[in-house]
């Protein structure tokens, strides 16, 4: 089993990646958000968005994103440089969700999402020290992101991705890390054509998931809503989503 771990505030999220088989058979769907219901992608807004495994009930409870520009910057520890990967995978992200303000930063600009790519020795030790601020802290899973929130929005986001340890699942980590580290943090099994279920072996940004985050940084979806006040919102939301997601 590679576990996965999600860290706000101290531990926000706990999600495992099981390496069954095919514990999903939908691959068609998988591929397109036509087959999917309304009651599908809200559901599936739903359950990302809002809840945790650990950590606060209450912090699970509103939206969490960044409200304004979010600027990533990539310290490379690894023998294996991963950063044009990364920045590639950022490039595209503008254009698949609208209303997302994302690219890496310039040189002399400040970033608010960092990524540490690292090799499997020093995933503990940068745990720690860039993510924990703990010597004795735990250093779970095989990736993880930490959210700073305010009622304003996310203030930054860190995350520490392995390197050395293949690339599907430098990918996945990849994938999911930033995605996560946007806002969306709570992983569901039930997901099966979503990189938020980590019983799935999605290793990219999946149709059914730039619907979630396309939901998530609409204009109309704000820091702090309550599941109540985004239920109001989210058929409106999707309708408008749908025009762009395929």
């Known amino acids: 089993m590679v576990a996965f771990r999600t860290v706000f505030g101290l531990m926000l999220l706990a999600v495992a990646l099981a390496t069954v088989g095919d514990l999903f ?3 068609v769907r998988a591929e397109s958000i036509v087959g999917f219901s309304d009651d599908e992608l809200m559901d599936g807004f739903q359950k990302t968005v809002f809840g945790v495994e650990y950590g606060s009930a209450v912090a699970g409870g509103s939206v969490k994103k960044f409200d304004g520009a979010v600027r990533i910057r ?23 969700v609208r209303g997302l303000d994302i690219r890496m930063a310039a040189p002399g600009e400040n970033p608010n999402f960092t990524v540490y790519v690292v090799d499997r020795a020093d995933y503990v030790d940068t745990v720690r020290a860039d993510v924990l601020g703990s010597t004795h802290g735990a250093a779970p899973g095989q990736c993880l992101v930490r959210v700073y929130p305010s009622s304003l929005g996310i203030v930054r986001s860190t995350a520490v991705i392995v390197s050395d340890e293949g690339d599907s699942l430098f990918r996945r980590c990849m994938v999911e890390e930033i995605l996560q580290g946007l806002g969306p943090m709570n992983d569901n099994a039930a997901l099966y054509a979503s990189v938020f279920n980590d019983r799935s072996r999605h290793d990219r940004f999946m149709p059914f998931d730039r619907a979630v985050v396309s939901m998530l940084y609409d204009r109309r979806i704000r820091p702090g809503m309550t599941r109540t006040e985004v239920g109001t ?4 939301v999707l309708a408008d989503v749908r025009r762009s997601v395929r």
């Open 25 to 27: 058979s939908s691959p």
């Open 74 to 96: 990539v310290v490379n520890l690894a023998d294996k440089d991963r950063q044009r990967e990364i920045a590639g995978f950022v490039s595209r992200l503008p254009r698949l």
């Open 233 to 236: 919102l989210l058929p409106a």
